[in-house]
């Protein structure tokens, strides 16, 4: 089985980072082959252009390492998404990642009546998302 990772958080010294080394390390015990896409080493870029957004629009993809990003994808029998919550909100470059990676015409289609999607990652098998999030406690009511 093969497990991408998919992984946004800046500093290393974090329960995300935490909770990724352990998610790789207990999918490599069960003898999953682990891939990590971790966008900040990788400086992925969650900014939707214009020329993204056009491309998009025809359900192409214009950005290298998104396209990249999506071949990896495609390898994929098990994806996991470990990110914070940031102001009750997921971080610009995992928010990006799903703008710019899971779009029409490589990650998933419209289905014909288009009220709904259809995955073509069909190696894919299950997705498991991960966030951490601290919230004071004088917050809460």
């Known amino acids: 089985m093969k497990t991408v990772i998919v992984y946004n958080h800046p500093y290393q010294g974090s329960f995300c980072h935490a909770i990724l080394v352990a998610a790789k390390a207990g999918a490599e015990a ?22 993204d957004l056009l491309a998009f629009r025809q359900h192409k993809m214009i950005d290298p390492q998104a396209r990249a990003y999506v071949k990896r994808l495609q ?16 971080p610009a470059m995992m928010k990006g990642f799903i703008d710019k990676v899971i779009s029409p015409g490589s990650t998933y289609r419209y289905i014909k009546s288009g009220y709904g999607m259809q995955t073509i990652l069909p190696q894919l098998k299950q997705t498991t998302v991960i966030t951490t999030m601290n919230t004071p406690n004088s917050c809460i009511v």
């Open 30 to 51: 069960a003898g999953h082959e682990v891939d990590v896409i971790d966008l900040d080493q990788d400086h992925f870029d969650p900014v939707m252009s214009g020329q």
């Open 75 to 90: 390898a994929a029998d098990q994806l996991v998404l470990i990110f914070p919550i940031w102001w009750e909100l997921m």
